[in-house]
């Protein structure tokens, strides 16, 4: 279960991307109160046809306290990412 006070921030979008945070306790049977972080990076992928719209979501859930230290790896790796087409599809 999550807590009713989870609170979500969303940054301004740059260029094709935008970050939200979701701040979240979480209560699981026999397991003392978590408190996480979450961040997801929403990238607006090209395509060659203009009437497809494709977008990837991208990941990262951490305790609260030490999310800031994988920041810099999540952004190389969000940086990184991309679809290509399979030429038989």
Known sequence: ?????????T?????DRVLQRIRFT??????????????????????????VRLAMTIVMTAESDSIDQYGHDFQA????????QDPAS
């Open 26 to 51: 979480l209560h699981a049977d026999g397991m003392p109160p978590l408190r996480l972080t979450q961040w997801q990076v929403v990238v607006l992928m090209p395509t060659d046809e203009p009437d």
């Open 1 to 9: 279960q999550m807590d009713a006070d989870a609170r979500a921030q």
């Open 11 to 15: 940054d301004a979008s740059h260029g």
């Open 77 to 84: 790796f969000v940086g990184s990412a991309s679809v290509t």
